[in-house]
Each structure stands twice: as structure tokens, then as C-alpha cells.
């Protein structure tokens, strides 16, 4: 059962994921960059409604691999799957032999498949596109995973 959705807050997905958390009851958390850094400049949101923690490094890739590590799977929401960070997410993912689940922002049919892959999940990491890459994707991965979840 679904006890906790991290993720590294970033605008776009990350936040996304955090957001569908909240609507549903579920525990939020996740490694932010130092400073809580996003494409938006310092975010101490993060930390006081989400309860990220502060990672070690300004860079996004050592958070990006501490929450795959932390999480017992990854979601990954993106209209861009070849975007840096989010093959980054995914390489990690291999490399740590972790369950990934890659989901169109924009998909019709995908209820069925996430909640089955989110089923003996604890732990959910929810990565993708920023906001820069994707506009709109913050919205639409949160209106996806609440509409998965609910």
C-alpha cells in the first residue's frame, strides 16, 4: 500500500506528484537540491509543506539518485522521455534495479497499469519534465496520479 510519494520538487512532474499526494491523503517527502533549488529559484515550500529535505549539492543529478534509491519505484511523467533529467532518473532506475513506470503526461489509458504497478508499492518516487520542458505537466501528472489513485 502506498505510504509515502517523494520526489526531488522541481517544477513540472516532481511538483506534480507531490500535489496528487497531498489531494489524496498520502505522505510527501523527497531530497531537494542545497538551497531547495528549482528552475524557479529557492523553494523553502518544499521543505515546510512537502517535508523535503536538503541534499548535499547544488546539482540535481546526486538528489535525482538518492530519491530513486529511497523509493521503492519510480514514476516517470514526461512528453519529452529523451530529456537529460529524465533519462538520468531512468539510467539510475537500471542501475539500481529499481521498478520504473513510464507514463505519457498526456495518456488516456493508463488507470489500470498504474494502480496495478503502484499495488505493493510503499515508497513512490514521481519524476519527468520540468515545467520548461513540458508547460502544463505539473497539473497534468497531478490529475493523472489522482485520477490512478483515487
Given at each position: 500500500m502506498l505510504k509515502l510519494i517523494i520526489s526531488g520538487g522541481q517544477s513540472g512532474a516532481d511538483l506534480g506528484g507531490?500535489?496528487?499526494?497531498?489531494?489524496l491523503g498520502i505522505k510527501t517527502g523527497g531530497e531537494a537540491p542545497l538551497g531547495f533549488r528549482t528552475e524557479r529559484g529557492r523553494q523553502m515550500i518544499l521543505q515546510s509543506r512537502y517535508g523535503l529535505h536538503e541534499g548535499q549539492s547544488h546539482g540535481y543529478a546526486f538528489r535525482t539518485m538518492n530519491n530513486v534509491i529511497n523509493s521503492d519505484a519510480t514514476l516517470i511523467v514526461a512528453t519529452d522521455f529523451n530529456s537529460k533529467g529524465?533519462?538520468?532518473?531512468?539510467n539510475y532506475c537500471s542501475q539500481f534495479n529499481k521498478p520504473v513506470f513510464l507514463l505519457p503526461a498526456y495518456a488516456l489509458d493508463f488507470r489500470g497499469p498504474l494502480r496495478e504497478f503502484v499495488q505493493s508499492i510503499e515508497v513512490l518516487n514521481v519524476a519527468g519534465?520540468?515545467?520548461?520542458?513540458s508547460p502544463g505537466i505539473t497539473i497534468a501528472t497531478r490529475d493523472l496520479i489522482i485520477r490512478a489513485l483515487r
Open positions: 507531490l500535489l496528487a499526494a497531498e489531494v529524465t533519462v538520468q532518473t531512468y519534465n520540468r515545467e520548461s520542458v
